[in-house]
Nanobody
Framework: VQLVESGGGLVQPGGSLRLSCAAS????????MRWYRQAPGKERELVTT????????YYVDSVKGRFTISRDNAKNTVYLQMNSLKPEDTAVYYC?????????????WGQGTQVTVSS
């Protein structure tokens, strides 16, 4: 299983970024996908979830109306469109999925991509 994030960078407040997560090693179209983030000195938090068929089930309150998760099952890729970025969105963003392995759920993570919102 491999999850590879890309698209992070430095952006000014109010700007936009689109993160991508390319997945391999499992049946992508059958799995929900998640984006988490971890800011310096804080715990990792769940940002948003998308079901296997593309239905979104959750956004953390702080990003509602600004972030949009989507997926392309033909490309085995999940996206996070981030608009109206704020300094408090600064964090390392991680792609995540859970697979049923040996009678238990196992979390898989990408390496993360840094998003910095600053003027």
């Amino acid at each position: 299983v491999q999850l590879v994030e890309s698209g992070g960078g430095l952006v000014q407040p109010g700007g936009s970024l689109r993160l991508s997560c390319a997945a391999s090693g499992f049946t992508f179209s059958r799995n929900a996908m998640r984006w988490y983030r971890q800011a310096p000195g804080k715990e990792r938090e769940l940002v948003t979830t998308i079901t296997s068929l593309g239905g979104t089930t959750y956004y953390v309150d702080s990003v509602k109306g600004r972030f949009t998760i989507s997926r392309d099952n033909a490309k085995n890729t999940v996206y996070l469109q981030m608009n109206s970025l704020k300094p408090e969105d600064t964090a390392v963003y991680y792609c995540n999925t859970q697979l049923w392995v040996g009678a238990r759920w196992v979390d898989y993570w990408g390496q993360g991509t840094q998003v910095t919102v600053s003027s």
